[in-house]
């Protein structure tokens, strides 16, 4: 099946510096790719949807110079988190869809970000 | 705007236990209705969906079936086993073939022997 990973699976960094997150579809060419958050105890919420090769659109409330968000090839998205705080930690999601036929979503495993 | 509610969990039942996990909805229209699986470790694996009313999804033993009259998508499972131990989450799509998903809470159960 359609395999999609994360890079890192858990990663911590200081207050005020940024981190960047990846999203891989490995055996698939994904048109469009998915964020997520999802704090605990709560469902997942969409953050954006990034379209290769095009700008990505946000979610009412997300800001989108503080979640940069890059989809430069069919396998590969980044989610960047700018100037983090300690209200950013959360477990941030990705997931793929392959072409226009289906619209199923494939996820990846997620990253845990702490910040400090 | 669209929302899915589900039982809170955890849930914890012995092996071959009688599972049922509900989930209601409030969408505009016709929506699509999924069930997603996450294992621990893994990312969120589609379990079933149903795109209509009255539509049953099934796949390893689970099914679920929309109801429109009660806009619920209960999750069922006759005979739980260990490996069953996840988190399942409701979700739905609305109904002009948007790819956007709205997400319940999720439900972990854990299955004991």
């Known amino acids: 099946g359609a395999v999609v990973s994360q890079h890192p699976s858990r990663v911590i960094c200081k207050s005020g510096t940024s981190v960047k997150i990846e999203c891989r579809s490995l055996?698939?060419?994904?048109?469009?790719m998915f964020w997520y958050r999802q704090f605990p105890k709560q469902s997942l919420m969409l953050m954006a949807t990034?379209?290769?090769?095009?700008?990505?659109?946000?979610e009412q409330g997300v800001e989108k110079d503080k979640f940069l968000i890059n989809h430069a090839s069919l396998t590969l998205s980044t989610l960047t988190v700018t100037s983090a705080h300690p209200e950013d930690s959360s477990f941030y999601i990705c997931s793929a869809r392959a072409g226009t036929v289906s619209y199923e979503q494939y996820f990846g495993p997620g990253t845990r970000l702490t910040v400090t | 705007g669209n929302s899915v509610t589900q039982m809170e969990g955890p849930v914890t039942l012995s092996e071959e236990a009688f599972l049922t996990i509900n989930c209601t909805y409030t969408a505009t229209g016709y929506p699509s209705l999924f069930w997603y699986v996450q294992y621990p470790g893994e990312g969120l694996q589609l379990l079933l969906k149903?795109?209509?009313?009255?539509d049953k999804g099934s796949n390893k033993g689970f099914e679920a079936t929309y109801r429109k009259e009660t806009t619920s998508f209960h999750l069922e499972k006759g005979s739980v086993q260990v490996s069953d131990s996840a988190v399942y989450f409701c979700?739905?799509?609305?109904?002009?073939?948007?790819?956007?998903?709205?997400f319940g809470t999720g439900t972990r159960l854990t299955i004991i022997p």
């Open positions: 055996d698939f060419q994904a048109t469009t």
């Open positions: 979700a739905l799509s609305d109904s002009f073939g948007n790819e956007k998903l709205t």
């Open positions: 149903a795109t209509k009313a009255d």
């Open positions: 990034s379209n290769e090769g095009s700008k990505a659109t946000y």
